[in-house]
């Protein structure tokens, strides 16, 4: 009843319908999209040795280069090729004397703040990188605005609510959002959106496309203001969640968040699980060796294991630990907790214990992780079984509610009944691009509708994508995980 009554009052019109791009098969973000897809592996993975410590032999599988990989070459003042950041990353190495972490080479890589790949660039659309759910059909941002309605709906219709997006890219999402619930006047004024963002060039496409304008201060509001017109709302920029003002019911949409946190990896080895590390060899390139002893990560990786059976760490080789997203989750949680409200947490990932899933898309295409670093998108597989202990861990008011995939989720909020709508009132060229990006949204492998050209085939990511959510007990279970 609740959620048909948000869609009613919503009465999203169908003269919004705006025709997102199109794109083959290959261009959506961060997953394999049919069995020919390849993703470059580094299997082969070097032991580092720490000339102060004796260690036992590692197994056949790890092949030992003695060669002085902790003396990375002497500094040349010679020309070289290398990218700022390259030179930042050997020097890095350099000064440690010894190799750093995936951890800390992905961190590098995506959000360096000279040359990381997400500060000074729009990645995102077939110009960028890759593609995301918010890019692919307008009805993803809406059908998330009637998420975060119905969860209004429940906290009581508070008067004043922080919205908050972790990651907006362009600004897509939030743009659908509020330009589908502008109809709801009583939700979308008591809004402020909250956009944690990091690169002041996402910043800049964010506020054009939320149709942002910068009011000037007046006597009775001292501070300069920004609103978006697509609904009436103030808008404001963050680093962190840790800056959004605390105090008010929140609500907090994560979608590809999570997933460029970075990831510390566990490699399974004759002496036990021993972190992999990236150096530089005697070729001046990067590649992986293993630590010789344990690292400070290993805290979080004995952490995870507690969480997971024993059977289930038996069967794996390698394993990835995510620590920063167990902290963003407890400190979630918290808010969630102390100020009412909850979040959505939309990605790809696994309910359960991660293997070797980071990778690297450039050009919607997989590279190779340690090839040009700062050129090419790095991501990893979403722990939300992680996610979901760190938040019960962190409070005991909030609930934790699903995965569900994504069509589930999509499909529970009516995506159905809105392509039908738009379909009665568009032209063929816009009801091929409804149907291909419905079923992107949705579907499960390729378009079976499809009878264009077969490298441009739409792959659904409707179970490959999961949707969780966390919410403050006292709002009961969100609408559409009951």
């Not at 169908?14 to 299997?43: G, V």
């Not at 008010?248 to 979608?255: E, N, V």
Request: proline letters at 7%; one cysteine or more; glycine letters at 8%.
């Amino acid at each position: 009843m609740l959620l048909r009554r948000v869609l009613r009052r919503a009465s999203i019109s169908n003269a919004l319908f705006a025709p997102r791009f199109s794109f083959s098969s290959s261009l959506l973000r961060k997953c394999p999209l049919s069995s020919s897809s390849e993703i470059p592996r580094n299997s082969f993975v070097e032991q580092w040795d720490d000339p102060n410590q004796t260690i036992p032999q590692p197994t056949a599988t790890i092949s030992v280069d003695r060669s002085g990989l902790c003396n990375p070459p002497e500094h040349s003042h010679g020309p070289t090729s290398d990218s700022e950041l390259v030179k930042h990353l050997k020097g890095i190495i350099k000064f440690r004397g010894g190799p750093i972490s995936v951890a800390e080479y992905m961190e590098e890589v995506l959000t360096n703040p000279k040359a990381g790949f997400y500060i000074n660039r729009d990645v995102f659309g077939t110009e960028g990188d890759f593609i995301t759910s918010p890019e692919v059909s307008q009805m993803f941002g809406e059908m998330v605005g009637v998420w975060a309605m119905c969860l209004w709906e429940q906290m009581g219709q508070p008067k004043r609510v922080n919205l908050v997006e972790l990651g907006p890219g362009r600004g897509t999402l939030m743009a659908d959002l509020l330009r589908g619930a502008s109809k709801c006047k009583n939700f979308t004024e008591s809004l402020h959106v909250h956009l944690v963002e990091c690169s002041p060039a996402l910043q800049k496409l964010q506020h054009q496309n939320l149709k942002c304008v910068d009011e000037e201060p007046t006597p009775d509001k001292v501070d300069k203001r920004t609103v978006s017109t697509l609904a009436g709302t103030p808008v404001s920029w963050h680093a962190a969640l840790e800056q959004v003002p605390s105090g008010l019911p929140t609500i907090i949409i994560a979608h590809e968040f999570f997933d460029a946190l970075p990831v510390h990896q566990f490699q399974r080895a004759s002496r036990g699980w021993c972190e992999k590390m990236v150096n530089v060899a005697e070729d001046s390139k990067f590649r992986f060796v293993l630590s010789p002893q344990p690292t400070p990560a290993t805290l979080y990786l004995a952490k995870r294991c507690k969480w997971a059976t024993p059977e289930e760490v038996s069967k794996l080789e390698q394993i990835e630990v995510c620590p920063k997203a167990m902290e963003l989750t407890q400190t979630i949680a918290d808010r969630i907790s102390s100020d009412g409200g909850g979040a959505l947490i939309i990605d790809y990932g696994l309910n359960g214990t991660v293997s070797d899933s980071l990778q690297a898309i450039r050009k919607h295409k997989f590279v190779s992780i340690l090839d040009d670093p700062g050129s090419a998108d790095l991501s990893a597989y979403v722990d939300f079984a992680s996610i979901r202990h760190s938040a019960e861990e962190a409070s005991g008011h909030v609930s934790v509610h699903g995965p569900i995939t994504q069509s589930q989720f999509l499909g529970s909020l009516g995506i159905n009944f809105r392509v039908e709508a738009l379909l009665q009132n568009c032209t063929d060229e816009q009801a091929e691009s409804l149907r291909t990006g419905y079923w992107r949204l949705v579907g499960e492998g390729e378009a079976p509708f499809w009878e264009g050209p077969e490298e441009q085939v739409p792959i659904g990511m409707g179970t490959r994508y999961l949707a969780m959510a966390i919410v403050n007990k006292k709002q009961g279970v969100p609408v559409p995980f009951q």
